[in-house]
């Protein structure tokens, strides 16, 4: 797989401040000096992974995906 600009770690302290602050997300982002997009696509893969039937089907969609190419 590709290279990440950002550790995971870091990916999951940003997600973790955007979810903890009242900040907006846009916010957030500037102040973390990440993209607003990113952080979104961030939290959603957070929010994905927390649901195991989400985490489920990704891997199903995945498998078929690669069955099909």
Same mark, same amino acid.
């Given at each position: 797989?590709?290279?990440?600009?950002?550790?995971?770690?870091?990916?999951?302290? %940003?997600?973790?401040? %955007?979810?903890?602050?009242?900040?907006?997300?846009? #916010?957030?982002?500037?102040?973390?000096?990440?993209?607003?997009?990113?952080?979104? &696509?961030?939290? *959603?893969?957070?929010?994905? %992974?927390? &649901?195991? !039937?989400?985490?489920? #089907?990704?891997? *199903?969609?995945? !498998?078929?995906?690669?069955?099909?190419?």
């Amino acid at each position: 797989m590709g290279t990440y600009r950002y550790s995971a770690e870091f990916r999951t302290d %940003a997600v973790a401040l %955007a979810r903890s602050s009242d900040l907006p997300l846009a #916010q957030a982002a500037r102040d973390l000096g990440v993209n607003h997009e990113t952080l979104r &696509q961030w939290v *959603k893969a957070a929010e994905r %992974a927390e &649901q195991p !039937e989400a985490v489920a #089907q990704d891997a *199903k969609d995945a !498998e078929i995906a690669r069955l099909r190419r």
